[in-house]
């Protein structure tokens, strides 16, 4: 835990777009704030004009400065309490970019994982008490914001996706080419592996007194519910109609989502221990698959098209799950994973499930998460109006 949390304080930095990692940024600064570690970008195979979109860079300085603060149960060590305040500045600064609106772009855009995860991250410091008097009217409002944002820019059928054939909410239904005029048309569907941790994030801002509406909740919840298969397996993608269990919908497939869906609809009074269970049962099961893709090129590979990116995701949502066990049957469990994480580690002393360098920050940010499970704050609940946590 302490080389992770080390690690990520090390890895923080000030991404100049186009420019190699490791250069000064272009604007220079007499002051040397514009030369100052204030992020931590998630790099993935997807560029906004050849740079990392700012979706990525606040879901990923939000993941990274969050697990520092978790890691550590809010009682940061100067070098983490001042890599956390630049990055809560610059989390709050990107917010305010064009591209973080509600106007999605027509095609893949990830700025959905940006106001999920920024919101969490906000949450999270707002309720550790870390954020800076000067700030706390600003995060406020920016939670607020952030909130909305999610309730706005849900998928019309329900839940969340971070690509949007028609923008916005996907709200144009699209007629397949060469289709007869009167046949069905199909609207963008939700992804299963955005839309549980967001709803995990809404029942946090719910139990801190922010306005959730229960309507859109409850919509994403049924469409988790939609997309589960009677393998246990998850859809990628909801379509309840065109189920097959091939590929994607088949168990080694869905592994790397199966537990956050069953953890979430858990938390919402719709899903069961029995099922929490057999999804972590499956993972390790299954594990090789996810292993076969770890550190590879490309996303969305046959047989079972599992993206790389799925891989830390995965451990850590299931080292949530594992604490939703009895507990006489938690231990067990963790041992096992951790097992697992020790065997993919790095030289280093972090994480990295991806071809570049920078997304160490990632995994080692995900697996100090799996790591401080035990032990951390149980997710909230949601019951539709009244919120409470996990006893």
């Not at 940006?114 to 409002?141: C, I, M, N, T, W």
């Not at 699209?174 to 069905?184: Q, S, T, Y």
């Not at 801002?205 to 009677?230: H, I, N, P, Y």
């Not at 972090?350 to 920078?358: L, S, T």
Request: hydrophobic share 35%.
């Amino acid at each position: 835990m302490k080389r992770g949390i080390a690690l990520l304080v090390a890895k923080q930095e000030n991404y100049d777009p186009g420019v190699e990692r490791g250069r000064a940024p272009k604007s220079g600064g007499a002051d040397g704030k514009d030369t100052e570690p204030r992020e931590w970008p998630y790099e993935g195979v997807y560029r906004v004009g050849g740079e990392i979109p700012i979706g990525y860079r606040i879901g990923g300085t939000s993941i990274a400065a969050s697990a520092l603060i978790t890691a550590q149960d809010g009682k940061l060590d100067a070098d983490s309490a001042a890599s956390v305040r630049r990055g809560l500045e610059f989390v709050l600064e990107g917010l305010e970019h064009p591209l973080m609106t509600k106007e999605f772009e027509q095609g893949y855009d990830v700025r959905g994982w940006g106001h999920a995860y920024g919101l969490s991250f906000l949450l999270l410091a707002r309720e550790q008490k870390l954020v800076p008097k000067e700030l706390a009217k600003k995060v406020d409002v920016e939670i607020a914001k952030l909130v909305a944002l999610l309730l706005e820019t849900e998928i019309e059928t329900g839940g969340w996706n971070y690509s949007r054939p028609n923008g916005s909410r996907a709200a144009t239904a699209k007629r397949p080419k060469n289709a007869k005029k009167d046949a069905p048309v199909s609207l963008s569907s939700s992804s299963t592996f955005m839309t549980a941790p967001t709803l995990q994030i809404l029942f946090e801002a719910a139990r801190q007194g922010e306005k959730v509406d229960a309507d859109v909740v409850e919509r994403a919840l049924a469409t988790l519910e939609d997309a589960r298969l009677e393998t246990g397996a998850f859809q990628y993608g909801t379509n309840k109609a065109a189920q097959n269990g091939k590929g994607f919908e088949d168990v080694p497939g869905a592994i790397g989502r199966m537990t956050v869906c069953e953890t979430t609809l858990f938390l919402a009074g719709k899903g069961s221990v029995a099922c929490v269970r057999s999804s972590i049962d499956a993972f390790f099961e299954h594990w090789e698959w996810l292993e076969k893709r770890r550190k590879q090129t490309g996303t969305h590979i046959p047989p079972y098209y599992i993206a790389p990116y799925y891989f830390f995701y995965a451990h850590r949502y299931v080292a949530q799950g594992i604490e939703f066990l009895p507990e006489t049957e938690r231990a067990g469990y963790r041992e096992k994973l951790y097992a697992l994480l020790w065997k993919v580690r790095e030289e280093s002393g972090g994480w990295n499930d991806r071809v570049f360098p920078r997304s160490e920050s990632f995994g080692t940010a995900m697996t100090l998460f799996a790591l401080h499970e035990p032990v951390a704050k149980r997710p909230a609940t949601w019951n539709g109006s009244a919120k409470k946590d996990v006893k």
